[in-house]
């Protein structure tokens, strides 16, 4: 839902493991890929961790705000998908599909000189992971998918999820809705995309709703919204279409070789539990654990657990 951005443009959370001033530690480098100039943040040494963000339509920032301080025990990438945060804009939208980021993250392998890459993909950054890691076996080592989505009939079912928590808890601000789709107005047109996007969604994305982002000082692009009509519809937020509707991994994960970890939260509206918990099906060989003070952002919601988890996950000393 195309939501999450503007609860990925909040001011910082404090909290010991997290650098407030960790984004001065980076910097850009923009490579040549298929004739665009690709944003890339790459610190540290050991083994690569590639980290991909949520939306689709989020640059790198809100990712390297929480995770960029593991650059003191492995190569931490950054990057900024094709028409998102600092990389170039497509020429043409059509070029905005789940297939070209699986694609992209394989170029910036490559170009990197990496061998093997772990994953780390939040939200929508979780689609292409999974679709890596079934494309590319041979090239992941880990991977952790946080808050994800194993289908896009996933996606769609927590829209629906989404829609029903807005109509009951918000009946007044609803008959706004009604009355706009009753006159042919999708999610991504004017006026319906405002008044869709004024519900108070905090309660969905966050159990703790006075917890915020840690996000650069700097005017930064944080979201993109052509990226993500195209790629969740120009209607995704009631009929999700685009590229996202076609993805579907639940019959493949159960053969994916990387080591995985899968995180859910308890209070997630965004990726509900119902859907979430079918991961222990569909990848039985994964870990799976459900953070039960969490919604959608558990690093910020149980920081000590969430962080514990990740380290032991990778190893980290």
Not at 44 to 72: A, R, T, V, W
Not at 132 to 151: C, R, T
Not at 174 to 189: C, F, I, N, P, T
Request: glycine residues 8%; contains cysteine; charged residues 20%.
């Amino acid at each position: 839902m195309n939501h999450l951005f503007f609860f990925l443009c909040l001011p910082i959370l404090g909290f010991s493991q997290v650098d407030p001033n960790i984004f001065e530690k980076f910097e850009s480098k923009f490579y040549e890929i298929d004739g665009y100039n690709i944003n890339v943040e790459v610190l540290g040494e050991g083994d690569p961790i590639f980290f991909l963000p949520g939306g689709p339509g989020n640059s790198h920032d809100y990712m390297q705000g929480n995770f960029g301080q593991y650059y003191k025990t492995n190569t931490v990438v950054f990057f900024d998908f094709l028409g998102r945060g600092k990389s170039d804009d497509a020429k043409d939208v059509s070029e905005y599909s789940v297939e070209n980021d699986v694609a992209l993250i394989e170029k910036l392998r490559q170009v990197l000189g990496y061998t093997k890459i772990s994953l780390v993909g939040h939200s929508y950054g979780t689609v292409p992971a999974q679709a890596y890691a079934i494309k590319y076996p041979e090239q992941v080592d880990k991977m952790v998918l946080i808050n994800g989505f194993h289908s896009g009939a996933m996606w769609q079912a927590n829209c629906d999820s989404y829609n029903h928590y807005a109509k009951t808890h918000f009946p007044e601000k609803w008959k706004q809705v009604d009355s706009l789709r009753a006159l042919g107005y999708v999610s991504s047109q004017e006026p319906l995309k405002t008044v869709y996007g004024n519900f108070p969604t905090k309660y969905i994305y966050y159990h703790n709703t006075n917890l915020k982002q840690n996000v650069p000082k700097e005017n930064y692009r944080g979201w993109a919204n052509d990226v993500y009509v195209e790629i969740i519809g120009r209607d995704g937020d009631f009929d999700v279409s685009g590229s996202m509707i076609n993805q579907d991994y639940r019959q493949q994960l159960k053969d994916v070789k990387a080591k995985t970890l899968i995180i859910a939260g308890r209070y997630d509206g965004v990726s509900t539990p119902e859907f979430a918990v079918q991961y222990k099906t569909f990848m039985p060989q994964a870990q799976f654990v459900m953070f039960e003070q969490s919604a959608h952002n558990p690093y910020l919601e149980e920081p000590e657990k969430f962080y514990g988890l990740f380290e032991s996950f990778f190893n980290i000393k």
